[in-house]
């Protein structure tokens, strides 16, 4: 009457090795449990994953693709890493992404003969202040009367899309696109330039700019401090005399200017016109690439440049007829992963067998 | 009168419209009610509608549907109480998750199945005697099964929260786990029962969207419902009745634009979609600004896992 039971017992503290190896390990169990996915639908996984790593990484044109994905989730990313460091659920991005591109189009469209310096730097502005708009709106309730964010920045996504369709089935569709819901395409002057003879676009180094300023405010400034300490102990930065609602409102503000950025880089670079397929769900890869990236934004910017690889190993696995949706499935499984493998680090797993009569506990270390 | 009939009729709409969001605000009010919060409706729901839709389209029978979805969103359910549980992972991350997860889950699966018919589906089975009396038999008697049994289900769920020993000890694992533990009361294996609960009656408004109120597979059918099922739970202050009105609420607004979309408003339906979503936000910021001055509020200990000293 032997019965196997897990017990987990409390680490005095995670070994800085597991740390480091932790998200790689989470990154093997995903694509092992993925793996099983595709088995029982009749793929063969390597073959799927050797065609996932071809596309994506292989030559220097897949490489340049990947950058080219990344740049919409990283600035998206980023925006939500910061949000998170206070706690805030910002599972809107995709909303304020849309609605940055949204801006920044209109620009484009009413400016058709200005020249590049004139509409480039106006589409920027634009859509950041129409992320950071859409973000103003949960977390002004959020901030002053405590409404839950995360449903508020999700639903307004819905919103956001459903304006997008709006625009071009309505006002904003091109006479000339044969019924297609686009907008007319933008001037050459509204188009963000590409770098280095690739698709590779002026987004990446706004987004690495964008790494890089949070990195240093985050680290080096007093307001870093103290969305630092507000995430940590919201009640001692009160006790410090620290605006926690301003501070809400800012750094949800700036998590929309970010996403809103990004749809702006996006719209003008890579589709040059409205249109309503313009993210496969960036702005919801983005929660997961924050949380990879334990919200630092060095490493979030590398998560990034892994889950645009995901998305266009996963473009060239449907070759082999494998859905698009795939990737999501495994987009969600590695979040389980890193979530379970984080768990894992504050736990010692033990198999301990009850041995029913003698009372006896044999421990087994795993 | 015939203003009379069409306000019947968007009532009656928002009955079956609303269905759907109440099955998955009970599961979570269970959910909650016992200290878990579960942000992962929307990926139950979804994985709940494919997995139905798929058996009933192999098996042809609509039991097995109902019945395949219930178990699949239990299945959820379980994963989200393993990782929140046992291994105390946040639960707020691990409903979202939950959610990316039964979106490409549900996506994955169904490809097969979009635009395949299915060959029997829920009809309205009047009650008789019942759905004879004006206005109220053709609102609330004049449905499937499905919506008949919220019916029971609600009562069940307040006369089991409220007047039940195992009701009693489910609230006080959600207000005061450690009260309810030095009790003899057993933490894990209630909250592990009500997540797996909460993701069956998930599982089953999902199966409702798929076999009876649009029967059909599309990826991401539930559009957001699962998430406005956990604005219904705050709305709904924890209780099964408040949540019932409130699933109506949102099913009449729903009901609203799609019947004013057919009329032909001069509004674009764009907006018209857009209306659920705004009154949801809407209403959650009136009901969390005046909350303080009621004097129900959410389980004491949502959120916070559960640790043996």
Not at chain 1, 105 to 117: E, I, K, Q, R, Y
Not at chain 1, 188 to 211: C, N, Q
Not at chain 1, 245 to 270: D, F, H, K, P, Q
Not at chain 2, 25 to 41: D, H, I, K, Q, T
């Amino acid at each position: 009457m032997n019965a196997l039971k897990l017990v987990f017992e409390k680490r005095e503290a995670v070994s800085p090795a597991y740390k480091f190896i932790s998200p790689l390990l989470a990154i093997v169990m995903s694509l092992v449990l993925g793996a099983i996915f595709l088995l029982a639908s009749g793929f063969s996984p390597l073959k799927v994953y050797y065609y996932m790593w071809w596309g994506a990484f292989s030559d220097w044109y897949g490489i340049s693709e990947t950058l080219v994905t990344s740049i919409p989730i990283m600035l998206c990313a980023l925006g939500v890493a910061l949000a998170a460091k206070m706690l805030l659920w910002n599972v809107g991005a995709e909303g304020q992404f849309h609605m940055g591109a949204c801006a920044a189009a209109w620009v484009a469209l009413s400016m058709p003969g200005a020249p590049a310096w004139q509409v480039l730097p106006l589409m920027v502005l634009a859509g950041m202040a129409a992320g950071a708009l859409w973000a103003l709106l949960p977390a002004v309730p959020r901030a002053y009367l405590g409404v839950n964010e995360i449903i508020t920045t999700l639903l307004l996504n819905y919103v956001a899309i459903y304006w997008v369709e709006y625009l071009v089935h309505g006002p904003w569709r091109d006479p000339v696109s044969l019924n297609f819901p686009l907008s007319a395409p933008f001037s050459d002057a509204a188009r963000l330039p590409f770098l280095f003879g690739t698709r590779i676009h002026w987004g990446l180094v706004f987004a690495l700019a964008a790494a890089a300023l949070i990195w240093f405010v985050l680290g080096r400034t007093k307001w870093g401090y103290e969305v630092t300490v507000i995430g940590e102990n919201p009640r001692a930065a009160r006790y410090a005399g620290m605006n926690i609602e301003r501070n809400i409102v800012l750094s949800m503000c700036i998590a929309g200017a970010l996403a809103g950025l990004g749809g702006m880089a996006e719209i003008s670079a890579i589709a040059g016109r409205m249109t309503r397929q313009l993210s496969p769900g960036y702005g919801y890869s983005a929660i997961i690439v924050a949380w990879l990236g334990k919200l630092n934004p060095w490493a979030v910017a590398l998560v990034s440049v892994l889950f645009g690889g995901l998305l266009v190993g996963g473009y060239s696995a449907q070759v082999i007829g494998v859905t698009a949706a795939s990737v999501n499935m495994l987009q969600g499984l590695m979040l389980f992963c890193v979530l379970a493998t984080e768990a894992l680090g504050r736990y010692r797993v033990r198999i301990v067998r009850e041995v029913a009569r003698a009372g006896k506990e044999v421990g087994v270390d795993g | 009168m015939m203003a009379d009939s069409m306000f019947v009729s968007i009532l009656s709409a928002a009955v079956s419209s609303g269905t759907p969001v109440l099955y998955a605000a009970l599961g979570e009010l269970v959910c909650e009610r016992s200290g878990v919060l579960n942000l992962g409706v929307e990926g139950m729901m979804l994985v709940g509608a494919v997995s139905g839709f798929l058996t009933a389209v192999r098996t042809g029978s609509l039991a097995a549907g109902v019945l395949a979805a219930i178990i699949a969103g239990g299945c959820m359910g379980l994963i989200h109480a393993f990782m929140t549980i046992t291994l105390r992972v946040n639960q707020v991350v691990s409903g979202l998750a939950l959610t990316l997860f039964g979106t490409g889950l549900s996506g994955y699966l169904g490809k097969s199945v979009i635009g395949v018919p299915l060959s029997a589906t829920f009809h309205q089975v009047p009650i008789p005697g019942l759905s004879s009396i004006p206005v109220i038999g053709t609102v609330l008697f004049k449905h499937d099964l499905l919506v008949y049994l919220t019916y029971i289900v609600v009562p069940f769920l307040w006369f089991y929260l409220y007047r039940t020993r195992p009701g009693l000890h489910l609230r006080s694992v959600g207000e005061s786990p450690e009260t309810a533990d030095a009790l003899g009361v057993n933490v894990f294996s209630i909250r592990y029962a009500s997540a797996v609960a909460g993701g069956m009656l998930a599982g089953l408004g999902g199966a409702y969207l798929s076999l009876a109120y649009a029967p059909s597979w599309l990826e991401n059918m539930t559009a957001g419902r699962g998430w406005i099922a956990v604005a219904l739970v705050i709305f709904a202050v924890w209780d099964p009745f408040r949540a019932m009105l409130g699933a109506y609420l949102f099913g009449g607004i729903d009901a609203l634009g799609f019947r004013m979309q057919v009329m032909g408003s001069g509004v674009s339906s764009f907006f018209l979609k857009m209306m659920p979503y705004v009154f949801t936000i809407v209403v959650l910021i009136i009901v969390t600004a005046t909350a303080a001055r009621r004097s129900s509020r959410a389980p004491e200990a949502l959120g916070t896992p559960y640790e043996r000293e």
